[in-house]
T-cell receptor, first 110, second 114 residues
Framework: QQPVQSPQAVILREGEDAVINCSSSKALYSVHWYRQKHGEAPVFLMILLKGGEQKGHEKISASFNEKKQQSSLYLTASQLSYSGTYFCGTVQTGANNLFFGTGTRLTVIP | NAGVTQTPKFRILKIGQSMTLQCTQDMNHNYMYWYRQDPGMGLKLIYYSVGAGITDKGEVPNGYNVSRSTTEDFPLRLELAAPSQTSVYFC?????????????FGSGTRLTVV
């Protein structure tokens, strides 16, 4: 039931772009994205509820392909503050609980 | 607005001891959850509650118990602690089912069993 994330880790220079992918073998109701900084709690970024929907704010956005059970998180013009581990979480169709992927560690360097 | 408050922040237990991890939220959320996070891993659901008096098991419930007597409080009980329970524990809450609107997490409890 756990979604699969890729890549496991990525290093960027400030200003570069990144894409983090999340996929599930199950039909999905929704996909969540969270960011966790070292030693802190995960922080909610956004939720995607419908197929093909793209959401975002500022330079972080995401898409959800309901037919393929896949979601992607897009970080553009990365900033040092974007560093952290990004987790996707999925809620399966007909279910209630959120299952998290193993995370993608993003490091932005000057 | 405090959000989700967890206590204690750190704890060391000896094998076989018991303890309760406290979780309180002041957002009037019906849905509350306990997750554990092992180093370099994602979060695994231990137990969840959809309202006062209603709890259910998640992915990894063995060795734990919960209760939900009020909307605000959702304590997690560890009985007979084992080294495999060394982890960081997060409590979370949401205002709707399936987490529409996102989960709000507490700051976590880092537990070491020796």
């Amino acid at each position: 039931q756990q979604p699969v994330q890729s890549p496991q880790a990525v290093i960027l220079r400030e200003g570069e772009d990144a894409v983090i992918n999340c996929s599930s073998s199950k039909a999905l109701y929704s996909v969540h994205w969270y960011r966790q900084k070292h030693g802190e709690a995960p922080v909610f970024l956004m939720i995607l509820l419908k197929g093909g929907e793209q959401k975002g704010h500022e330079k972080i956005s995401a898409s959800f392909n309901e037919k393929k059970q896949q979601s992607s998180l897009y970080l553009t013009a990365s900033q040092l503050s974007y560093s952290g581990t990004y987790f996707c979480g999925t809620v399966q169709t007909g279910a209630n609980n959120l299952f998290f992927g193993t995370g993608t560690r993003l490091t932005v360097i000057p | 607005n405090a959000g989700v408050t967890q206590t204690p922040k750190f704890r060391i237990l000896k094998i076989g001891q018991s303890m309760t991890l406290q979780c309180t939220q002041d957002m009037n959320h019906n849905y509350m959850y306990w997750y554990r996070q092992d180093p370099g891993m994602g979060l695994k659901l231990i137990y969840y509650s959809v309202g006062a008096g209603i709890t259910d098991k998640g992915e990894v419930p063995n060795g734990y118990n919960v209760s939900r007597s009020t909307t605000e409080d959702f304590p997690l009980r560890l009985e007979l602690a084992a080294p495999s329970q060394t982890s960081v524990y997060f409590c979370a809450s949401s205002y709707s089912d399936r987490g529409v609107g996102g989960y709000t997490f507490g700051s976590g409890t880092r537990l070491t069993v020796v």
